[in-house]
T-cell receptor, first 111, second 115 residues
Framework: GEDVEQSLFLSVREGDSSVINCTYTDSSSTYLYWYKQEPGAGLQLLTYIFSNMDMKQDQRLTVLLNKKDKHLSLRIADTQTGDSAIYFCAETYNQGGKLIFGQGTELSVKP | DTGVSQDPRHKITKRGQNVTFRCDPISEHNRLYWYRQTLGQGPEFLTYFQNEAQLEKSRLLSDRFSAERPKGSFSTLEIQRTEQGDSAMYLC?????????????FGNGTRLTVT
């Protein structure tokens, strides 16, 4: 079945780059997403990438996809304290558009 | 505000009681999804609707859970005879169109505590 895994915690200093990693098992995944969740809030879509792409850049965010290894990463440049949150990787593969989420990576940004 | 709206934000109930949550999706979004999120975990898919039709239900959705979207707009999720294991955040999301291209928009969730 489908499975998405992430490391649970990441701590960086303000101004550094953060790299959050994700692996998935379903080779038929068509779209992969990164969502951000702040305490007590719902999930906010940050960015997504099609499975036929290997990189996407959007301002401070860079998504890298290694389809062969089923590995996805999110790089946040010049990380700010406001970036502290839980980041979820998610995949979808079917017409229903149902998303399968990882367990989330808690990013802590220290001043 | 034209985002996904969920009500209530918090619900505390005693074990064995029934609860009902409501979700108002973004206007004209034809697909509506329910997810459940427990502490330290990612959201788990429960069910989704295309317009008023419920097209898929997860194995997680026991027979105590029922969801409806009678007019293809708002949706309700009812849990009967609640158990402590039902305590979680229940998230609703909506999207427009078919396939995976249009992103899911999430509400802020309803936090259920069963005592």
């Amino acid at each position: 079945g489908e499975d998405v895994e992430q490391s649970l915690f990441l701590s960086v200093r303000e101004g550094d780059s953060s790299v959050i990693n994700c692996t998935y098992t379903d080779s038929s995944s068509t779209y992969l997403y990164w969502y951000k969740q702040e305490p007590g809030a719902g999930l906010q879509l940050l960015t997504y990438i099609f499975s036929n792409m290997d990189m996407k850049q959007d301002q401070r965010l860079t998504v890298l996809l290694n389809k062969k290894d089923k590995h996805l990463s999110l790089r946040i440049a010049d990380t700010q304290t406001g970036d502290s949150a839980i980041y979820f990787c998610a995949e979808t593969y079917n017409q229903g558009g149902k998303l399968i989420f990882g367990q989330g990576t808690e990013l802590s940004v220290k001043p | 505000d034209t985002g996904v709206s969920q009500d209530p934000r918090h619900k505390i109930t005693k074990r064995g009681q029934n609860v009902t949550f409501r979700c108002d999706p973004i206007s004209e979004h034809n697909r509506l999804y329910w997810y459940r999120q427990t502490l330290g975990q990612g959201p788990e898919f429960l069910t989704y609707f295309q317009n008023e039709a419920q097209l898929e239900k997860s194995r997680l959705l026991s027979d105590r859970f029922s969801a409806e979207r009678p007019k293809g707009s708002f949706s309700t999720l009812e849990i009967q005879r609640t158990e402590q294991g039902d305590s979680a955040m229940y998230l609703c999301a909506s999207r427009q169109g078919q396939g995976a291209l249009s992103p899911l928009h999430f509400g802020n969730g309803t936090r259920l505590t069963v005592t």
